[in-house]
Nanobody, 119 residues
Framework: VQLVESGGGLVRAGGSLRLSCSASGRIFSINDMGWYRQAPGKQRELVATITSGGGTNYADSVQGRFTISRDNAKDTVYLQMNSLKPEDTAVYYC??????????????WGQGTQVTVSS
């Protein structure tokens, strides 16, 4: 199973970006999908998660600015990021938890995509 992220980049404060993450491989089902981020010198932190049924959870710091969504048919999760702030600068990682595939049942991470917000 592989997770491939796209959509990162450089944007000015107040701007928007949309991240995408697609899971590939012989996947039968995925429970939760989500986004985490890690800024230089800091620990990786949760940004947002979404269940297979569409239930969502957000970090307080992004509530109201970011929206997570998911296409179960495509095993793809999205993160729409609006009103970006310099403190949102980080490497963003996609996560798929509870993945049932031809290889068993496991948790997977993407390679990360850089988001940089200039002031």
């Amino acid at each position: 199973v592989q997770l491939v992220e796209s959509g990162g980049g450089l944007v000015r404060a107040g701007g928007s970006l949309r991240l995408s993450c697609s899971a590939s491989g012989r996947i039968f089902s995925i429970n939760d999908m989500g986004w985490y981020r890690q800024a230089p010198g800091k620990q990786r932190e949760l940004v947002a998660t979404i269940t297979s049924g569409g239930g969502t959870n957000y970090a307080d710091s992004v509530q109201g600015r970011f929206t997570i969504s998911r296409d179960n048919a495509k095993d793809t999760v999205y993160l729409q990021m609006n009103s970006l702030k310099p403190e949102d600068t980080a490497v963003y990682y996609c996560n798929a938890d509870g993945v049932r595939s031809a290889w068993g049942f496991d948790n997977y991470w993407g390679q990360g995509t850089q988001v940089t917000v200039s002031s």
